[in-house]
Every structure is written in structure tokens, then in C-alpha cells.
């Protein structure tokens, strides 16, 4: 039997997310994606018209999306992904961005806290922590592009987005501000292991990283599709805004939970569009 040309496959997609109630939402939406057995990873693959579906969990931090975005691409040897779409929740740091509003990664930087940057400073290293081999050479970077098509497909979803979650649903609103339709910028995600909370840190962060939004996977995850030239998009939904309104240790699932429908929701427009 010849093989499929690769004009005629199917487009081969790839989804990291990092729990299992962030990809929750997406089985709901998606419900051909099914458990793949035989693997230490939570791994979910579904075949659709002119799309083949691959979501792994990573679960949170760095060192979990970097390996399962590797793993993801590994086990794609006989038809390389076409492309990465990954997400999840997302904190604030540009204090203008409230719970379910949303940033697709137009880049992504790897950021720190001012003791580790000071630090970094008298060794005489890069500001932001990107650097890998690719055949053989290192590459030093300040931060990775989001890929050009699937940010601009993802921000034409913004008014079937509004339509569909008219106002946030989940803890962290803050009273004093209406309830409002979602916002959907291309923006910068900052990623590192750790939760930036105070005021001072939260400037530091923005000030000298100027991202938008930070999480502990995005820029981990797009280092390794770098690494291996495959299209990528972070889709980030804000779950707390740290500036108007602290949530309670009992709020933060429900928070992430519903950030996660709008993700889920962004991820899906973007499968249908590029089956097509």
C-alpha cells in the first residue's frame, strides 16, 4: 500500500495542556478524543475529517511541558505534527486584563523574579532563560514568536467568543469593575515556575519582561517546537488579576476551571479551521 502524500493527509495536530480539568472542557467539546492505553502519560487522540487529534496533560511547571511536548512530538514519528496548540490558565500581569480575558501568545518569554535576574545580571547572562541546541548550535534568544497564521486565525474567534461567554462565571471578579465581554489580544506570555503575587513584584515583572500574562508552561513548551521547527500558539485565558483582587486558596480551581472553557473553546475553533 503507497503511502499518503503529504498534500492529501490528514493535518496532524498536537495539544498540550497542563491538568486534567483544563482539558476537561475540551473533551466536552471534543468528544473523539479518547484515552490512548499503554503510556506513563494522559494521553487522548481522536481522528476527525481532515484532522488527527493529539492532547497530552503535562501537568504544571516547566520540566512537565517541556518533556511532554516532547513525548507528544516522539510518538508522531510516522507523520509529523503539523502544528502545537497548547494552553490553559493564566495570571495577569498587564493589570489592565481581567478574569476571562484572553492572550494568544504573538511571543513568549521566559521570565524570573528580581533576585534571580540580579543574580543573572552579575554573571553576565541573558535577561530571559531561552537557549537550546538545534542541530548542533546554540541558540540564544529573549523570546519565541507565537506562529503569524494561527495568531491571526485565533484572534478572528473573538466574536464568537463574546457570543458565547458574555461575562466571567467563575471567583475573582473584582466588584468594583461592571461585568463585561471578554477581551482577546496577541500579547506576550511570561512563563517560570512560581506565582508572581504583591504589588512591587508584579512591576518588576511587567517593567522588565513587558509580557502580559504569565503561566509556568507556554514559553517551555514553545522552546521545544522550536527546537523541532513546528508551529505553535499559546492560548492563555486569565483566571486572577493579582492587582484588583487576591483569590482564596478554594477559588483557584474554579478560577482555572473557568478559564478553561474559554481555552477549550478558542482550541476547538482553531482545530475546525485548519481541517479545512
Known amino acids: 500500500m503507497k503511502e499518503k502524500s503529504q498534500s492529501n493527509r490528514p493535518k496532524q495536530i498536537g495539544i498540550v495542556v497542563p491538568t486534567s480539568f483544563e482539558l476537561a472542557p475540551l473533551l466536552e467539546l471534543i468528544p473523539e478524543l479518547k484515552p490512548v492505553a499503554k ?10 475529517p481532515g484532522v488527527e487529534l493529539t492532547a497530552i496533560i503535562s501537568f504544571i511547571g516547566p520540566a512537565n511541558a517541556a518533556a511532554a511536548t516532547e513525548h507528544l512530538i516522539g510518538r508522531n ?11 490553559g ?27 534571580t535576574l540580579a543574580v543573572r545580571k552579575t554573571l553576565l ?15 540564544r534568544l529573549d523570546q519565541l514568536p507565537g506562529d503569524n497564521k494561527l495568531l491571526e486565525q485565533g484572534l478572528a474567534t473573538s466574536a464568537k467568543l463574546k457570543a458565547k461567554f458574555s461575562k466571567w462565571s467563575g471567583p475573582g471578579w473584582p466588584k468594583e469593575i461592571e461585568d463585561r465581554e471578554p477581551r482577546l489580544i496577541a500579547g506576550v506570555v511570561g512563563s517560570l515556575d512560581g506565582w508572581t503575587k504583591g504589588l512591587a513584584q508584579l512591576n518588576f515583572v511587567r517593567h ?23 508551529a505553535n500558539l ?4 486569565i483566571s ?4 484588583v483582587q487576591t483569590l482564596e486558596k478554594n477559588e483557584i480551581i474554579p478560577a482555572v476551571q473557568a478559564a478553561a472553557q474559554r481555552v477549550a473553546f478558542v482550541i476547538k475553533e482553531l482545530v475546525e479551521i485548519n481541517s479545512q
Open 77 to 87: 514519528t510516522n507523520s509529523n505534527l503539523d502544528l502545537i496548540l497548547h494552553g
Open 39 to 48: 503510556s506513563p502519560w494522559q494521553i487522548y487522540s481522536a481522528e476527525l
Open 208 to 230: 522588565n519582561f513587558a509580557v502580559d500574562a504569565e503561566d509556568m508552561e507556554s514559553a517551555y513548551i514553545a522552546q521545544v517546537a522550536a527546537i523541532h521547527g513546528i
Open 89 to 115: 490558565a493564566a495570571g495577569a500581569i498587564n493589570e489592565s486584563l481581567l478574569p476571562g480575558d484572553m492572550v494568544l501568545g504573538a511571543a513568549m518569554k521566559i521570565i524570573c523574579s528580581e533576585e
Open 125 to 139: 547572562m541573558a535577561t530571559t532563560s531561552i537557549r537550546y541546541l538545534k542541530d548542533g548550535e546554540a541558540v
Open 234 to 237: 499559546a492560548i492563555r485565558a
Open 240 to 243: 486572577n488579576n493579582e492587582y
